[in-house]
Nanobody, 123 residues
Framework: QLQAFGGGLVQAGGSLRLSCTAS????????MGWFRQAPGKERDFVSA????????NYSDSVKGRFTISRDNAKSTVTLQMNSLKPEDTAVYYC??????????????????WGKGTQVTVSS
C-alpha cells in the first residue's frame, strides 16, 4: 500500500516536498516513480529512482528543478520540487515498478499506485 502526501497550494517560484510511504514487503527492492495528471490530460512520468537510489530519471519538464530520493529504512520516497511553475499543477501519484529500468518508465509499466496528492501552483 502506498500513501502520498505533502501536496498543497504554493506560489510560482516556491517549493513543495512530496513524500510517499510504502507498507508491505519488499519496498527496498523496487523502482519507485512519481507521475502527475493535470485536468483533462493523460498521466505523465515525472521522476523515478532505482532500488538503491544510485540511478534516477527525470522528465525534461522537471529536470533541474525536482529531486527524487529514497530512504529504504523508512520505506519512503521523496520528491523535492523547487522553482515551481503553474504548469506543474496536477495530482501527483507515486507508484512501484517490480521489474524494469528507471529509464523506461510509463504509467502502464507500473504495478502499484498510491492515491494522489494535489499540487497547485498559482501564478
Amino acid at each position: 500500500q502506498l500513501q502520498a502526501f505533502g501536496g498543497g497550494l504554493v506560489q510560482a517560484g516556491g517549493s513543495l516536498r512530496l513524500s510517499c510511504t510504502a507498507s508491505g514487503v519488499g519496498f527496498s527492492r523496487y523502482t519507485m516513480g512519481w507521475f502527475r495528471q493535470a485536468p483533462g490530460k493523460e498521466r505523465d512520468f515525472v521522476s523515478a529512482i532505482n532500488w538503491s537510489g544510485s540511478n534516477t530519471n527525470y522528465s525534461d519538464s522537471v529536470k533541474g528543478r525536482f529531486t527524487i530520493s529514497r530512504d529504504n529504512a523508512k520505506s519512503t520516497v521523496t520528491l523535492q520540487m523547487n522553482s515551481l511553475k503553474p504548469e506543474d499543477t496536477a495530482v501527483y501519484y507515486c507508484a512501484v515498478r517490480l521489474f524494469g529500468s528507471v529509464q523506461t518508465m510509463a504509467p502502464g509499466a507500473m504495478d502499484y499506485w498510491g492515491k494522489g496528492t494535489q499540487v497547485t501552483v498559482s501564478s
